[in-house]
């Protein structure tokens, strides 16, 4: 079956800089990759996601990047500001799959 | 408003004890999910289900039932249980369906100790 592995565990920033999260996947066939944000104590929300017809999309300080040839996708975070302090979750979906797969999760903290 | 909502969000169990996590959406939503949280490992898909009566397994199945009441009640059960299901538990809902691609909406999440 599908297998997500997130390549970055711990990520430390200074605020106002750049993060970047890689993850990658097994199969071919998958067609759907959402972001999640956990902050501490609390729930997954969903962040941004791309579909496998578009290598890039952006939403406000956030973009995700999909090469399906290398069967990757990354979430660049800029201009990071304290409250994108979290752990950052990476998820895949075969077309007509049953259910996400996530990745193990890479805890962002983003110092002043 | 969508909301998926789980009860109760703490739990304290015995090992060999019955545990009932239950989940509830008002989303009018066809797929209902249960993960498992550990650190090292993400979140690991138990069972999930596409409509009332249904049930699907998933990647951990292994000392985990699963029941779909109605379309917006999921329940997880865990009959006899173990110290390796302390966990941290979420329900999650979505539309679902072949090609479906929308972000699962997750609850607030169980936390499951069993002594």
Known sequence: ?112 | EAAVTQSPRNKVTVTGGNVTLSCRQTNSHNYMYWYRQDTGHGLRLIHYSYGAGNLQIGDVPDGYKATRTTQEDFFLLLELASPSQTSLYFCASSDGGQGDNQAPLFGEGTRLSVL
Do not use: M
Not at chain 1, 52 to 73: C, E, G, H, I, Y
Not at chain 1, 85 to 98: E, T
């Open chain 1, 1 to 112: 079956g599908e297998k997500v592995e997130q390549h970055e565990s711990t990520l430390s920033v200074r605020e106002g800089d750049s993060a970047v999260i890689n993850c990658t996947y097994t199969d071919t066939a998958s067609s759907y990759f959402p972001w999640y944000k956990q902050e501490a104590g609390k729930s997954l929300h969903f962040v941004i996601d791309i579909r496998s017809n578009v290598d890039r999309k952006q939403s406000q300080r956030l973009t995700v990047l999909l090469d399906k040839k290398a069967k990757r996708f990354s979430l660049h975070i800029t201009a990071t500001q304290p409250e994108d302090s979290a752990i950052y979750f990476c998820a895949a979906r075969v077309q007509g799959g049953r259910a996400l797969i996530f990745g193990t999760g890479t805890t962002v903290s983003v110092s002043p």
